[in-house]
């Protein structure tokens, strides 16, 4: 039987949301389902801004960096009268089936729409932070390693030239799994996440230590820090001066930004989100319901909702090991 | 106690190489190992042509395509009396264990070693190909199949420019791993992979039927048809010609060719390089020997080399349903 | 007063040529002017097939690759009675100004209209090759070198792992501006250039003697050969086994092919086709017609159409004596 | 008669350094000439601290980014014992030639030397701020360019799904080339340089003036400008709160930073670098000294060190017309 489906972005945008639309609408048009976008996050729901989604729009949509029915954040949605108005005009619209692509504030105002509307509900997870638990990795994730990597190996000619001390600061909110695998995959020299910060002076006493024993073996020496952000107490420039005063040498730090959560998707965010997107059509229909779709080892998983904030996801524990392991004997 | 390590790389070049020559050197100087890099691939073994490796060599390394160390074929390796040689220059030099990097038949290169040469044998998988059963991902395959679309989205633009047929042809020697997933990462119309391929007539319909479905509904329309090597009977330009003559339209061939092996690695190859090339110095010494270590669910595996080729690794499910859905409807 | 102007882009795609576009409708919409935009070049024109373009039509236009306004040959426009059909169409639209975005073959098709209607024309060189004269660069050019040098980079990886020769053919029509430069830029070992081209057996010979002399050096060395389309007799795959069988080892053909048409343009293309495109909306209502507007020495210039291709623009004579000087002794 | 030069990179590196250098290398080597490189810009001088270069250096070396002959500051060079100690130390070795890769600082440190040393001093413009007079391009400019506008591409990305406002800083120095031509080629919406910055007031007026504009007609909207480093009193973040007070919604600042140094140099980079390397060892042995190697209009010419800042380098005039046509009427 015909459905009638909508779909959203919210939160932050991430790369490969685009590919996750189309792999929608391409999934919808195959099923013979009608299918609405609705436009800038939450705030669509509530103000009936929506269009049709058809095969047109998909075409060279694939490569598209951001997010072709907007983003924004919504506090009006937040209520429960938001909430209520939402389901109205879901009702009014008649839509079926609800899926939501976006990170763990999206999911929760998804749960909350539950209260007031009995439709169906998907979640697709999309952030290049890849702090929602439950799945391997979120769309948007592989593509901002990458663009770190490629900021970082730039920020290496500059450090190699003068032989100098560089942070450099990576997105991620509170989690470091962007820090983490940009540090790992970039040769950094030493990185800074939450998930293993003890205090401040023990990790300088660390990197002090790292800098001063490279110097003595090899003189001058370029030393690339990673540094999640929100971690490092005062921020970056903090640091940046506290190291600076200890090892009697300039420190420049350097804030990658919003750069990172830009760019056309690598390929292995256009793949997940093009199976994600797939798999969310092929759900449409069926009683499962406030489900999130991810992909756990290379399979399609169904994890309710409420599980992807319910505890903090951990980073991996191989990278963290091989990153320790590289870290302590580097030239 | 103090090892004596020895790496090579052997077969086609990958990117990501270079990046777990790095990694293994970094391990070996923690643990105290010394290492030394055979050239050449097998030749190195022959010819006693080797350079000791130090954290001199790793400085930038972890970006560079290529290998540092070389490759090449080596037919003389492949009889008995080469197998002897090579356990011979091994012992005079005191190896206690080889690291072969490369594809299965580098890996059957250190099967055959083993004949003569009593030493641990590890393998590290590292070609584009991704053929290569026990392990999900080859170090190489995720730059490879990035390249592959870039170069498909550039095509893309002239495809849609001028409203035709395009066919890409993608490496891969006997496996579709690269094609299927370059061509549903780009976004292409149709892919042909020997996995799945029946027959030409069929195949040759299917691409026919579709265009003419396209065209019904959007007058005329770009199409790309990625097909992997050594599939169609008699190559590329036979396909061409036939579809070509059976649309009456121009059909334009594009082989990627050589460049699909080079390039600076991709993060994800970066990453699984150094793990895979850290875990490995990590059975030096132990009795483990003739396994390859591989990442399966992103946890690190040891495979007997003789599994890895013993069948034909089968393509991901979840990839080929994904593609086939979207490939049916698209505008 | 306000005027009415068309663009059409004819010929071979060009990266840029959406960023012209793009330049062309906020200038007309600064003046005032209405402006459409005719599809699939002069057979737009034939079968009265046009869009209007407002500033709607700019939004992220500037990076994208290929053309919007599509291109295609056209064999029925070439007649008499095609100029006729074309000029009585731009009539019915009441055009006063057309602009051709292309290349030579292009501006042959606008000189020939001119013979059947009176409007003013104008032109901007729009190809990868560069083989307009009276300009210095054409939009496009400076994308496809880059390309191509990102490609040769790539083989370069291989062709060192291997220590192989390789053979690299880079498109350009019959000039040899993309080759020259994308061999001078990637540190090519030679070129071959149609400008340079003496005969095959003189260019084998020095091809030689240049592997020859770097190998008693060096021993194995990898060598790549940058070689112009349609400049050696036979093609690519004759040289390649000529060279094979003199130097006894493999030598690698690689044909970049359509990869070089395409791709988001770098930043000095979508400069070139800013100021371009702004420049001739500027012209629109004068007197002035029949003419291209390009950039000599970084100033924009005004050149009668026929001039563009009644002579043979020579290679850059600093790059081509930079090549010879840096061919000769080379690692 | 075979001569003795030195080569040295001074002040902030830039992306083509390389390049030149091994152009210097390899005309050296053709002319028979010795070539070594001091390290550390002037220190090396002072310090006689150097390396011969031989082809051996040039392998891949063209592509890489920063300086493998280091730069850094040198207060101690600046004094006049400074100079008679680095004319010393020249003698010494028997230098008959400097080549001197960097911006007006480092020419004018070349010209406080031949207070001190008579021997032949020749300057390359290598800086990605492009504010060296008597040149069109300095070396690393070109990339610089692509780098930033490859960032305000991702940036706008965000900006678009957001309709959020950015402010983007980009390098520079005192000059706004870097920053007017990325605002173009990345089709920012206003940009701010010190050529033609009037006050804040003015500069904020037009900025709100053009946003309140554009989403009269459009509803919300991206807008994106491009600021150039050291222009607005207070900085990005002052600019950012009193954009964001005036517009009642958030103003993101985005800080590129060193990023835009390094990286692999585009074709356009590595083409100038290697024409004014190897021009630069053809004049070795001539009377000429003090002067430096431009390019102007595509053809080599050779300025007097002094002349290199003596007056400010205005911006190119098309670029400046062409970016205010464009900025009025935008989408």
Known sequence: MSKRVAVLTSGGDAPGM????????IACETKGYTLIGYLHGYN?????EYETLSLNATHNLIQQGGTILHSARCEAFKSHQGAKDAAKNLQALGIDTLIVI??????????????????QILGIPGTIDNDVAGCDATVGYYTAIDTAVSSIDKVRDTADAFERIFLVEVMGRHAGFLALNAALASAADYVIVPERFDNEQQELERIINQ???????KGPVSFIVVVAENVWPGGLNTLAERLSSHMQSEVRPVTLGHVQRGGSPVSQDR?????LGTYAVGLVGTEKTLIMIGEVDHHPVEVPLKETWA????????????MLATMNQRY
């Open 211 to 217: 800098i001063e024993a490279r110097r003595k073996l």
């Open 44 to 48: 669509g729901l509530l103000n009936q």
């Open 311 to 322: 505890y903090t996801k951990p980073l991996d524990e191989c990278s963290v090991e091989t």
């Open 102 to 119: 976006g990170g763990d504030g999206s999911f929760k105002g998804a749960q909350h729409l539950s209260t007031c509307w009995d439709g």
């Open 18 to 25: 685009n590919a996750c639309i189309r792999a929608i609408v």
């Open 271 to 275: 793949l997940l989100a093009t199976k």
